[in-house]
């Protein structure tokens, strides 16, 4: 039995044991692999926190997230109907501008008319004016014509004018 060389690796193992032992060896390996233990479960604890943390950032981001699009989607709304408002006061106030345009080309155009047509009947009294009393100096002769002449032209301008 002591001829085999696993004996001796057994008798040195258990050797290695005991002066392990007597030296409390086993309390260190068991004091640093508790430490190590320790100090897992308190970095498994922060990443917990950590992770709980993040995830109410999170939460806090998405909600902020979702609040700014629905701010901009009233923004944008709110654009498109002030587009809308303005765009329907810009239509109105075109409408009403060519309408006053309008009205005053039509009063312009009136008084032309009436100022054209006080003109040709300006112009077609002078000449009755005229054709009256060359028709009658040629007809009537004398003082007597003269004043009757006279008379009646200035009352046929007074009416035609």
Known sequence: MFAQPETWVAIAFIILLV?????????TV???LDHRAERIKAELDDARRL???AAKLLGEYQTRRASAEREAEEIVANAKAEAERIA????????????????TAEGKIALAEAQALADVR????NAAVEAASTILSQSV???????????GIAEVRAKLN
């Open 122 to 125: 300006a112009a077609a009294a």
């Open 30 to 32: 068991l004091t640093a």
């Open 19 to 27: 002066l392990f032992a007597y030296l409390g060896i086993h309390k």
């Open 51 to 53: 992770k709980e943390e």
């Open 88 to 103: 329907t006061e810009a239509k109105a106030k075109m409408e009403d501008f060519v309408a006053r345009r309008t009205k």
């Open 141 to 151: 002769k004398g003082s007597v014509a003269d004043d009757l002449l006279t008379k």
